[in-house]
């Protein structure tokens, strides 16, 4: 089995070379040194579920790890909801096989700096007059919590651009930074995926102070593993509902804790079909 080190270590130009390894990555949503923890861990597992090499490559961004699956240097990816529909549509035949309990119906929460002077709300509409001229910091482009369903409300509710009602609009990058940049008072206001702030907040690192959650939205679909559709091709007959399987049967409570997931379950392409409508509808899918 491979060492966290080297997982995250290895180049994705590398990955094409392992004729014989089934490689997977997933988006960077959050700090680097707990994706490769969380991974390295799905790896160990998946080569005994699957009784092959199977690595782990960690890449810099939502693109890249879209990229990566279309060009086959990855064939199995943890992706949100945007970034799967993106990664489908560029490759025919692939498709969502597992996705966490939680991923059903998953939401976003709005935060801002407590000097804002934003009390929290049950109806967004309300937030108009104090969220007008504000600073405001999405996550990543690609993100479906940290940018794609935020966005929606926005426009929807608002019925303004981000640029329109914001006097500056920042990307982060992940979840776990946009927390920190609206907890320094660097961005007013934020969104970002609320598992990461439920789970910073158990760990006791956040400063509650200084940041709030100020609204969340209803749910939506998000986050699921897809894999390719060639992979019987190279793998052998019947891979894909092997991996399939391996995936729905992990129990583990520290790999699971780590996502954090209570378990995986089947999940389809259909069931992204409102993801990939909403980002069409703003104009956000590539």
């Given at each position: 089995m491979m060492s966290v080190l080297a997982a995250a270590t290895l180049s994705l130009a590398a990955a094409p070379t392992l004729a014989d390894t089934f490689v997977f990555t997933a988006i960077p949503d959050q700090d680097e040194t707990k994706l490769v923890e969380r991974f390295s861990g799905v790896a160990d597992y998946l080569s005994e579920e699957l009784d092959v090499d199977v690595r782990y490559v960690p890449v810099k961004s939502y693109a890249a790890a879209v990229t990566a699956f279309r060009n086959n240097q990855v064939q199995l990816a943890w992706f949100g909801g945007l970034?799967?529909?993106?990664?489908?549509?560029?490759?025919?035949?692939?498709?969502?096989?597992?996705?966490?309990?939680?991923?059903?119906?998953?939401?976003?929460?709005?935060?801002?700096?407590?000097?804002?002077?934003?009390?929290?709300?049950?109806?967004?509409?309300?937030?108009?007059?104090?969220?007008?001229?504000?600073?405001?910091?999405?996550?990543?482009?690609?993100?479906?919590?940290?940018?794609?369903?935020?966005?929606?409300?926005?426009?929807?509710?608002?019925?303004?651009?981000?640029?329109?009602?914001?006097?500056?609009?920042?990307?982060?990058?992940?979840?776990?930074?946009?927390l920190r940049l609206v907890e320094a008072g660097t961005y007013q206001v934020g969104a970002l995926n609320f598992q990461v702030w439920e789970q910073e907040l158990a760990n006791g690192n956040v400063d509650t102070d200084a940041v709030e959650v100020i609204w969340e939205t209803p749910t939506y679909p998000?986050?699921?593993?897809?894999?390719?559709?060639?992979?019987?091709?190279?793998?052998?007959?019947?891979?894909?509902?092997?991996?399939?399987?391996?995936?729905l049967d992990l129990d583990d409570p520290e790999l699971l804790n780590n996502f954090p997931r209570s378990s995986f379950i089947p999940a389809s392409n259909s069931d992204y079909q409102a993801i990939e409508d909403t980002a069409e509808k703003i104009g956000i899918l590539d």
């Open positions: 970034s799967g529909v993106q990664a489908r549509r560029l490759v025919p035949g692939s498709e969502a096989i597992a996705q966490g309990e939680e991923d059903q119906a998953f939401r976003s929460y709005f935060i801002a700096n407590t000097s804002a002077g934003i009390e929290p709300v049950d109806d967004f509409a309300s937030l108009e007059d104090q969220l007008q001229d504000k600073t405001f910091t999405f996550g990543s482009k690609g993100s479906t919590s940290g940018r794609l369903m935020p966005e929606f409300y926005l426009r929807d509710t608002f019925g303004q651009s981000p640029d329109e009602m914001f006097s500056r609009v920042g990307f982060s990058g992940n979840h776990t930074r946009t998000d986050y699921q593993w897809t894999i390719r559709g060639d992979v019987d091709e190279r793998f052998g007959e019947g891979f894909q509902e092997k991996v399939t399987r391996a995936l």
